[in-house]
């Protein structure tokens, strides 16, 4: 059945301030959804993939030779039909890299990945593309706010790719990227066929609860074989009493990717540097910035370093009261043992109660709901879709009011050998309008890596699970209801804003009356009781301090620091440097965590900073909700037009001024960290 809000009025009058690009009272656009065949074979993938190139190419090299005049409609449109072309028929090629079951599909849609990105980098280092992206410019022939915006961010992409440079130092540039993208690529590829463990005793086992230590293999001399993975990390760090087990558990987490990861990332790194400075930039954090709000390695700099100062004394007292619970000194593998037990005891909160309150189907079924109220969409299962694996389940997405086809999009929630571990909102594809007028409209997926459920038994969410669902599914419904003509536009904001409407989101799952609706507990239906929501209240900023240093912050200055080091570059001394200077964190000699941090090898390398910085713009867009109702539809509407509906057509600054009517200030940021910084 379709997940529709429960009252349409109040979304239809809000929804009339022209959410989408027709006149009201006259008939939508024709949609014309996109095909993906999702089973194509290792051999199909490299055939279509290297003829749809080639066809690229040849597309190209036509455009740039009629003689006509250079404008919007004879440059910049065709150029963004050829790139959006090519993503709509590679769309399967390269999406499998990350979730087919089949190795060789997934090592022949990596090698996919590699050469499109390869012609891209090609693509935009050509001198002729340059003059003709630039006679355009002059020709001030782009008319309207998207045309303008699409023009611009292709010229800066040309010049950004060396398309200036004499001709030596540009096949160099070139050459560089396309040898980044195949490092990133491997990367990604050894840490998913990462199959590290640690096997344990029975004893050692006690604390864990009964649904995890169900679904673990056992051996034939009764010890328990534990993956390592994100999916069960928290279940075995928080719970399992045998410090023994928990280290063994901490290091093999921090190992994963293996030496081989950590010398890919250096051999990045150092290319990053060199393709910097063909382009007059100190070092690759400059360029980087160069072309983000923040601007300058300095900004950023002073930004994270006046945070880390004002939080570390209150980390530090929060990682000592640990240890005083603990009787003895904190080691990297206490923290998050300590940290539930201490939760139970001060705040009568215990996890896997909690956990008894958000069977996945159920919590799926909710968020969706959610959304569907808030942003006037309409959700319905779509079982005829074409899938990649069974677990995989789709979605139809229709604007409420109108009717109008906003996409499709995937959800594949669990692990499975092979799979990209982490938890991410991915393509393949955003909308577009076709040169035909048509709309085809945007392909999403969500890929997960929820526990997997005891045989016969539903997977059990923790809190932050859902929070995190509710953070990607954030994504999700931006690229549903992105709006503008072009692909590119629709395909997301500047990389230092992109999270802040997901961020902000993240609050709505800490207020009681949304905790009630999306929760049931697994035996009785019941929502959560009003004072376990009371309890997860009040310890949702425990250990804060400590908790924002030793993520969001540490990363950032992690990242800033390998990228304007001067190579080659020792990553594991640098993160153990940063470690114990900027946190009160311990470094566990025998690990090396950036193996496995997927962002320095995934597209925000130089720009993790951008989680702290969109958090600001996250707070403060909160408040518009806090104001006038965090489930009143009318702001929701407001929301979807204002933030989500131009994508990137509008500067981040702009967007949050329409939404709030007025600038952006981040003193709702530093009051929800606890900490006062230039007076505020």
């Known amino acids: 059945m379709p997940i529709r809000p429960p009252s349409l009025r109040s979304i239809a009058a809000a929804a009339s301030l022209a959410l989408i690009p027709f006149v009201a009272g006259a008939a939508a656009p024709r949609s014309v959804p996109l095909k993906i065949d999702f089973s194509l074979t290792p051999a199909q993938i490299a055939a279509t993939c290297q003829a749809e190139i080639d066809n690229a190419g040849k597309r190209v090299d036509a455009l740039l030779r009629v003689r006509s005049a250079r404008t919007f409609k004879t440059v910049v449109e065709p150029l963004e039909n050829v790139i959006a072309d090519l993503g709509d028929n590679l769309a399967a090629q390269t999406f499998l890299f990350n979730v087919a079951p089949d190795k ?117 001399d009764g010890t328990l074989v534990v993956p390592v993975d994100e999916s069960t990390y928290g279940q075995f760090m928080i719970n399992a009493t045998s410090a023994d087990a928990r280290r063994a558990f901490y290091v093999a987490f921090n190992q994963r990717g293996g030496q081989k990861n950590v010398e890919l990332l250096r051999k990045a790194i150092a290319l990053r540097d060199e393709s910097a400075k063909l382009l007059g930039y100190a070092n690759w954090s400059a360029y980087t910035l160069a072309d983000r709000m923040a601007g300058t390695p300095e900004r950023v700099e002073k930004f994270l370093t006046t945070i880390d100062t004002g939080l570390m004394p209150l980390a530090r007292d929060q990682r000592s009261k640990l240890a005083t619970l603990k009787g003895a000194s904190l080691e990297e593998w206490d923290r998050e043992f300590y940290s539930e037990l201490a939760r139970k005891q001060q705040f009568n909160l215990d996890s896997e109660a909690v956990r008894q309150y958000f069977p996945a189907q159920h919590t799926i079924d909710a968020v969706l709901s959610f959304y569907s109220s808030m942003l006037g969409l309409t959700f319905t299962k779509a079982d005829d879709l074409p899938r990649w694996h069974p677990d995989v389940v789709g979605y139809r997405v229709t604007d409420t009011a109108t009717g109008t086809d906003r996409g499709t999009f995937y959800l594949d929630l669990y692990p499975r050998p092979g799979k990209y571990g982490h938890f991410a909102n991915e393509g393949p594809t955003a909308r577009r309008v076709l040169p035909d007028g048509t709309v085809r409209p945007a392909v999403n997926t969500i890929v997960g890596n929820w526990p997997i459920p005891a045989p016969g038994k539903p997977s059990l969410l923790s809190h932050q699970d859902v929070l995190v669902f509710f953070h990607e599914f954030g994504h999700n419904v931006a690229a549903l209801c992105a709006d503008t003509p072009y692909e590119t536009l629709n395909s997301g904001y500047r990389l230092d804003f992109v999270e802040a409407p997901s961020q902000m989101l993240e609050n709505f799952v800490w207020n009681p009356a949304i905790l009630k609706k999306i929760s049931s507990n697994v035996a009785t239906g019941e929502p959560l009781p009003d004072t376990l929501i009371a309890s997860m209240n009040a310890a949702r900023h425990y250990n804060q301090a400590w908790n924002s240093i030793s993520s969001d912050i540490f990363y950032a200055l992690i990242d800033q620091r390998l990228h304007t080091a001067a190579p080659p570059v020792d990553t594991t001394a640098i993160w153990q440097a940063t470690k114990t200077t900027y946190t009160p964190n311990l470094f566990v000699p025998g690990t090396w965590r950036e193996a496995s941090f997927t962002h320095l090898m995934g597209g925000y390398e130089g720009t993790y900073y951008a989680y702290a910085w969109a958090k600001v713009y996250a707070m403060d867009m909160f408040t518009a909700f806090q104001k006038d109702g965090l489930q009143n539809p009318a702001v929701g509407a407001r929301y979807r037009k204002e933030i989500l509906a131009p994508a990137r057509s509008v500067e981040p600054d702009v967007l949050v001024k329409n939404f709030l009517g007025r600038p952006m200030k981040p003193d709702a940021y530093y009051a929800d960290l606890g900490i006062k910084v230039d007076g505020r």
């Not at 630039?134 to 022939?141: C, I, L, M, P």
């Not at 292709?154 to 160099?172: D, F, M, T, V, Y």
């Open 104 to 220: 060789a599909v997934r090592d022949a849609s990596e090698r996919c990945n590699t050469a499109e990105s390869g012609y891209l980098a090609e693509l935009f280092a050509r001198p002729d593309l340059y003059a003709a992206l630039s006679a355009a410019a002059r020709s001030k022939t782009a008319r309207g706010q998207a045309q303008v915006k699409l023009l611009e961010m292709h010229l800066i992409n040309a010049k950004r790719s060396g398309a200036g440079l004499p001709p030596e130092q540009r096949q160099r540039f070139v050459e560089i990227a396309k040898q980044i993208s195949d490092l990133e690529n491997t990367f990604a590829s050894n840490l998913s066929s990462d199959t590290s463990s640690v096997t344990i005793t029975q004893e050692q086992a006690a604390g864990l609860k009964p649904d995890l230590v169900a679904s673990l293999k056992a051996d034939a």
